[in-house]
């Protein structure tokens, strides 16, 4: 009963935080705002039950987004431009898509249902092998990184050239050609 | 009398209390919530605080850049060579009971430490390096527009 | 398939399911809040405010996918420490967690670069408005159309 109180008041400031990011201009208080967003959702995620998700969540949404849109937002403008067009079109265009996506949830399972397809063949079979061939408490981490371990790769990977893409986009490489020009 | 002495003083005291966190996070990733993600994004957000309330220079004199592009390679590097390494004991690739083959749990507990600390480290120098890039181009905004 | 003779000796009360709809009304939460990370992506010219939309929507997105994986009465998926683990304890489905876990890190990946491209993109163009990059390109290939057709004319 608690979790569900929970859940709808964490749900009210979500959507008053979403709307406010919608009509604000000032860019700065649209990223603030959208770390506030990241907050509440890792608090939503340690009501869920999932505590990772929510550590990480909260560091990354809260934490590096954050900076980088601040960074962002200085080397380009902090406001953004009046609205000319009108809104209704959009609206039109995201309230067929949300019919067709309620429409699709219409034939999942319940909320919480424990023999639902997704936790009825994998879950107890991860939770019963890990204690014996893993042995380690945390049950995410060891599926993280021992049963998933390729796609832990894959997203290290993934991570890493995100890197090399930001450097080769923002690295400075024709600032200091251009020094290494005037100084020579 | 400096600008921002609250801060300066604060931060000081914080950034160890971080770093802290974040290899305390890394290492426990095992036992309680927590794991290479978010001990990286802690440690390089210790860092990110350091520069942006000391100022750029300081913070690469302690983390010089070449140091966090080395990083980015580096924790890749550490997870896939654990996976060869496991190849070249006998098993296939990223087998962690090939590190102690009589006892198969601890050799998994040794690869997932491994495997762990190789993507804190990418991650670490990934996003420093992000932050790097971001702050090291010469603003368009001057301070009196904001 | 219900026959048609069901439908006659239903009772009125039995069309408001009240156990589906409290079943079902996280996942349309969570669906109102993807919807207004689409309208911002949609809606909004300025490209920083289209990018803080798709991370909206990007967690509206876990949130659903978390919400699949959640039992009720259960509790987060770590035993205790002795690893002595009680058979009566419901956990909560871990899958779910891990998958998410590793689209939050592309998810922040993605934005990164898209952050990277704004700044380039405001250097090049000298603006980050949605309608003001379309007609300033449109004014390039219109430019290199005239250009390309002078000098394929001055080949032939």
Redesign the interface.
């Given at each position: 009963m608690t979790e569900t109180i929970l859940t709808l008041i964490l749900f009210a400031m979500l959507v008053a935080v979403a709307f406010a990011i919608i009509q604000m201009r000032q860019l700065f208080a649209v990223v603030l705002l959208s770390s506030v967003f990241s907050l509440l959702t890792a608090l939503l995620f340690v009501i869920m039950d999932a505590v990772d998700v929510a550590f990480t969540e909260a560091a990354v949404g809260a934490g590096i987004s954050t900076v980088l849109m601040l960074g962002t937002i200085a080397l380009t403008r902090k406001r953004s431009a009046e609205r000319t067009r009108s809104d209704i079109l959009p609206f039109f265009v995201v309230a067929v898509t949300g019919a067709a996506l309620v429409y699709g949830t219409l034939d999942m399972p319940n909320f919480g249902d424990a023999n639902a397809p997704a936790n009825a063949y994998l879950r107890q079979d991860y939770l019963d092998r890990s204690v014996t061939e893993i042995d380690v408490p945390n049950v995410v981490t060891a599926i993280l990184a021992s049963y998933r371990g390729f796609d832990t790769l894959g997203e290290t990977a993934v991570v890493f050239t995100a890197g090399i893409g930001v450097l080769l986009l923002l690295g400075g490489l024709a600032y200091r050609r251009a020094e290494d020009d005037e100084e020579s | 009398m400096q600008h921002h002495l609250i801060l300066r003083v604060v931060v000081k005291i914080l950034v160890a209390a971080i770093i802290l966190f974040a290899l305390y996070v890394q290492f426990h990733g095992d036992f309680s919530p927590g794991g290479g993600f978010q001990a990286g994004v802690i440690m390089a957000a210790a860092f990110i605080l350091y520069g942006i309330v000391f100022g750029m220079a300081k913070v690469k004199q302690v983390v010089p850049e070449w140091v966090v592009h080395r990083m980015m390679g580096l924790g890749v590097l550490i997870y896939a060579g654990c996976g060869v390494a496991s190849m070249f004991l006998g098993y296939e690739f990223l087998n962690y009971n090939a590190f102690t083959p009589h006892h198969p749990s601890h050799g998994q507990h040794y690869g997932l430490l491994i495997v762990e600390f190789g993507v804190g480290v990418t991650v670490t120098g990934v996003m420093i390096s992000i932050f790097y890039a971001f702050a090291s181009r010469p603003p368009t905004l001057k301070d009196s527009d904001w | 398939m219900a026959t048609p003779s069901d439908d006659h000796g239903a009772p009125p009360e039995a069309i408001f399911d009240w156990?589906?709809l409290?079943?079902?009304?996280?996942?349309?939460?969570f669906?109102?809040?993807?919807?207004?990370?689409?309208?911002?992506v949609?809606?909004?010219?300025?490209l920083?405010?289209k990018?803080?939309?798709l991370?909206?929507f990007q967690?509206s997105v876990?949130?659903l996918y978390?919400?699949?994986?959640?039992?009720?009465d259960?509790?987060?998926?770590?035993?205790?420490?002795n690893?002595d683990?009680d058979p009566d304890v419901?956990?909560?489905?871990?899958?779910?967690?891990?998958l998410?876990?590793?689209a939050?890190?592309?998810?922040?990946?993605?934005?990164?670069?898209a952050?990277?491209?704004?700044?380039?993109i405001?250097e090049a163009f000298g603006t980050?408005?949605e309608?003001?990059l379309l007609i300033l390109e449109r004014a390039i290939d219109t430019e290199e159309n005239r250009r390309y057709s002078a000098q394929s004319a001055g080949d032939a």
């Amino acid at each position: 009963m608690t979790e569900t109180i929970l859940t709808l008041i964490l749900f009210a400031m979500l959507v008053a935080v979403a709307f406010a990011i919608i009509q604000m201009r000032q860019l700065f208080a649209v990223v603030l705002l959208s770390s506030v967003f990241s907050l509440l959702t890792a608090l939503l995620f340690v009501i869920m039950d999932a505590v990772d998700v929510a550590f990480t969540e909260a560091a990354v949404g809260a934490g590096i987004s954050t900076v980088l849109m601040l960074g962002t937002i200085a080397l380009t403008r902090k406001r953004s431009a009046e609205r000319t067009r009108s809104d209704i079109l959009p609206f039109f265009v995201v309230a067929v898509t949300g019919a067709a996506l309620v429409y699709g949830t219409l034939d999942m399972p319940n909320f919480g249902d424990a023999n639902a397809p997704a936790n009825a063949y994998l879950r107890q079979d991860y939770l019963d092998r890990s204690v014996t061939e893993i042995d380690v408490p945390n049950v995410v981490t060891a599926i993280l990184a021992s049963y998933r371990g390729f796609d832990t790769l894959g997203e290290t990977a993934v991570v890493f050239t995100a890197g090399i893409g930001v450097l080769l986009l923002l690295g400075g490489l024709a600032y200091r050609r251009a020094e290494d020009d005037e100084e020579s | 009398m400096q600008h921002h002495l609250i801060l300066r003083v604060v931060v000081k005291i914080l950034v160890a209390a971080i770093i802290l966190f974040a290899l305390y996070v890394q290492f426990h990733g095992d036992f309680s919530p927590g794991g290479g993600f978010q001990a990286g994004v802690i440690m390089a957000a210790a860092f990110i605080l350091y520069g942006i309330v000391f100022g750029m220079a300081k913070v690469k004199q302690v983390v010089p850049e070449w140091v966090v592009h080395r990083m980015m390679g580096l924790g890749v590097l550490i997870y896939a060579g654990c996976g060869v390494a496991s190849m070249f004991l006998g098993y296939e690739f990223l087998n962690y009971n090939a590190f102690t083959p009589h006892h198969p749990s601890h050799g998994q507990h040794y690869g997932l430490l491994i495997v762990e600390f190789g993507v804190g480290v990418t991650v670490t120098g990934v996003m420093i390096s992000i932050f790097y890039a971001f702050a090291s181009r010469p603003p368009t905004l001057k301070d009196s527009d904001w | 398939m219900a026959t048609p003779s069901d439908d006659h000796g239903a009772p009125p009360e039995a069309i408001f399911d009240w156990a589906f709809l409290t079943g079902h009304a996280e996942y349309w939460m969570f669906i109102t809040l993807m919807m207004a990370g689409l309208f911002m992506v949609v809606a909004r010219g300025n490209l920083v405010k289209k990018v803080v939309g798709l991370n909206i929507f990007q967690v509206s997105v876990f949130m659903l996918y978390i919400s699949i994986g959640k039992i009720t009465d259960g509790t987060a998926p770590i035993f205790p420490l002795n690893m002595d683990v009680d058979p009566d304890v419901i956990y909560s489905n871990p899958l779910p967690h891990v998958l998410m876990l590793t689209a939050i890190v592309v998810g922040i990946a993605t934005t990164s670069l898209a952050l990277a491209l704004i700044v380039r993109i405001r250097e090049a163009f000298g603006t980050i408005e949605e309608d003001e990059l379309l007609i300033l390109e449109r004014a390039i290939d219109t430019e290199e159309n005239r250009r390309y057709s002078a000098q394929s004319a001055g080949d032939a």
